[in-house]
């Protein structure tokens, strides 16, 4: 699925893929650099003006990119705010 399809989708689906990628990328954050996972838990945080603002800039930056994939675009995201994966 590419980008232009993922935001056709409806506001709480876009949220909970969003929500869940970002979880994942947490987890596997553990598992490589447990600061990257820090990072990733206190810039999307649980508070909900937080995580909507959030995801609104993440969807800010989809609208962008319409033939790109939106879990590379949210992983991007993450990287760039918290730095690479196993790097």
């Given at each position: 699925?590419?980008?232009?399809?993922?935001?056709?989708f409806?506001?709480?689906?876009?949220?909970q893929?969003?929500?869940?990628?970002?979880w994942?990328?947490?987890v596997?954050?553990?598992q490589?650099e447990?600061?990257?996972?820090d990072?990733?838990?206190?810039?999307?945080?649980d508070?909900?003006a937080?995580?909507?603002?959030?995801?609104?800039?993440?969807?800010?930056i989809m609208a962008?990119?319409?033939?790109?994939?939106p879990?590379g675009?949210?992983?991007?995201?993450?990287?760039?705010?918290c730095?690479?994966f196993?790097?």
């Open positions: 699925m590419r980008t232009k399809e993922f935001l056709s409806g506001d709480e689906a876009k949220a893929f969003i929500g869940s990628t970002i994942t990328a947490s596997i954050a553990t490589i447990q600061s990257m996972a990072c990733i838990a206190d810039w999307y945080t508070d909900p937080t995580v909507k603002q959030r995801n609104a800039e993440i969807l800010n962008d990119y319409p033939d790109s994939y879990t675009i949210v992983v991007a995201v993450i990287q760039k705010q730095g690479k196993g790097g």
